[in-house]
């Protein structure tokens, strides 16, 4: 696995706890939540994870501000959103070699209320002890990203997607 950085937990739980919708504030074109974007179909979004502990980690969001899977969709637009994850995943797997994608939603009423799933590509040969939600964490750091590198690896998953 590629070698990471410390990440300010502490710091960013405040923000996401005292700021608004990060995925709203990117859509909205915000400064300071810029991300790479991958895919917009209307209704649905992607783009790069900007603090990511896998290479090719991505995130995929209803357009419309959702809060629960559950109750704010019908099963028509979560089985569309899942359309959306599943293209988004195997375009990711085109690009980055993966051994096993990890799709999961996450957040919280709290913070990153927004509902968005994770799709996180685990590279070959990553140890067992390193797997599954240690990859994922970033209390054990990310990636170090040059905005170069996002925007070469954004290009070639749009790519893959249009393919």
């Not at 923000?15 to 504030?25: H, I, N, Y």
């Not at 990711?92 to 009423?109: A, C, D, F, K």
């Not at 939600?133 to 990310?142: K, S």
Request: glycine share 6%; with cysteine.
């Amino acid at each position: 696995m590629s070698e990471r950085v410390d990440f300010d937990l502490v710091d960013y739980e405040s923000r996401v706890r005292s700021g608004g919708c990060f995925v709203c504030a990117f859509l909205r074109g915000d400064p300071g939540f810029e991300h790479e974007l991958l895919y917009d179909d209307g209704p649905h979004v992607a783009f790069l994870n900007r603090y990511p502990t896998l290479r090719g980690y991505a995130l995929v969001v209803p357009r419309r501000h959702v809060t629960d899977v559950v109750r704010d969709l019908t099963s028509a637009e979560y089985l569309a959103l899942q359309a959306v994850v599943h293209k988004v995943a195997r375009a990711v797997n085109q690009v980055v070699p993966t051994e096993r994608t990890y799709i999961l939603s996450l957040g919280s009423m709290r913070g990153n209320s927004h509902v968005h799933w994770h799709v996180a590509p685990l590279p070959p040969g990553v140890p067992d002890h390193q797997q599954q939600y240690h990859a994922l964490m970033v209390e054990n750091g990310i990636l170090p990203q040059a905005p170069d590198e996002v925007a070469r690896l954004g290009a070639a998953i749009r790519t893959a997607l249009s393919d």
